[in-house]
């Protein structure tokens, strides 16, 4: 494949499908679940996830492993009535916000393991995401032939994490204005095979964020068999096919919360 054509394929404008939030991290150093950190403006830290998300105008996913809180959402603040319906011109019909649960390989290591909290860890969650997107796009006139080389190279999903208060709607804009000025100065990256990048996250000056950043759905299959593998190791899984984008400093402090210090810090940026 030539250089340009590399550059015309990774100059396609990318699409959003949907934002998955995950929301089922152990918040060990935390001392609480960090989906349930309540913000100084009273929402919580799940909450203010969703609203962010919620001005996108795609379907919203919370993959909180089992512990209830996307139930807690939907039942108690209607977020997404208030906000997404508001918001969205011409509704969301497909969207709104729903519950996923984690993808469960068929490995036999981890299905011993099947009752146990992050069998798969983040990555399980990932999947499940794709998988319950393209199957609304399977019926989604918006998403049709999804499956062919050339829109399934456009789908993508957002993942934002509950380790963090950098919201979805500033890392979409920022991603997306990233990787378009990386195409217009000719510099944009490949990946091993020589073909651009599947996923972007955000990085700062120490390390790359692969759970604040954008998936191309085409991933699903190969996501899949590395899980179905035994692997869980969401670096290793996304080396070959990532492009890390520098964020902004002012970000750095609210990118990864773990412990009640870093939340009030991240807290005090807002």
């Not at 919203?60 to 089992?66: K, R």
């Not at 979805?168 to 073909?195: H, M, R």
Request: glycine share 8%.
């Amino acid at each position: 494949m030539t250089d340009a054509l590399l550059r015309r394929l990774d100059a396609k404008p990318l699409a959003l499908a949907g934002v998955v939030i995950l929301a089922g991290g152990l918040s060990t150093r935390m001392g609480a679940p960090k989906a349930l950190l309540k913000l100084p403006c009273g929402d919580t830290l799940l909450q203010y996830h969703v609203r962010s998300a919620s001005q996108l105008g795609v379907p919203i996913l919370i993959a909180d492993n089992g512990q209830g809180f996307a139930t807690h959402i939907q039942a108690e603040h209607n977020i997404f009535d208030e906000h997404s319906v508001a918001n969205n011109e011409g509704g969301n019909k497909e969207g709104g916000i729903r519950h996923i649960a984690d993808y469960q390989p068929s490995s036999r290591s981890l299905q011993a393991n099947a009752n146990e909290k992050h069998s798969a860890g983040p990555l399980g969650a990932i999947l499940a995401g794709m998988q319950q997107l393209l199957q609304d796009n399977q019926t989604n006139s918006r998403f049709a032939d999804i499956h062919s080389h050339s829109d399934a190279g456009s789908q993508w999903m957002l993942v934002v994490s509950c380790d963090s208060l950098v919201n979805g709607v500033d890392i979409w804009q920022y991603l997306t204005e990233k990787k378009a000025q990386s195409v217009s100065s000719s510099v944009d990256a490949v990946n091993e095979d020589n073909a651009p990048p599947q996923m972007y996250c955000l990085a700062d000056n120490e390390r790359d964020y692969p759970l604040l950043g954008l998936y191309q759905l085409s991933l699903l299959a190969s996501l899949k068999s590395y899980l179905d593998s035994g692997e869980r190791r969401v670096m290793r899984f996304i080396y070959p096919i990532s492009q890390s984008l520098p964020m902004p400093q002012a970000w750095y402090t609210r990118s990864n919360l773990n412990t009640p210090q870093q939340f009030q810090l991240a807290c005090q940026q807002l």
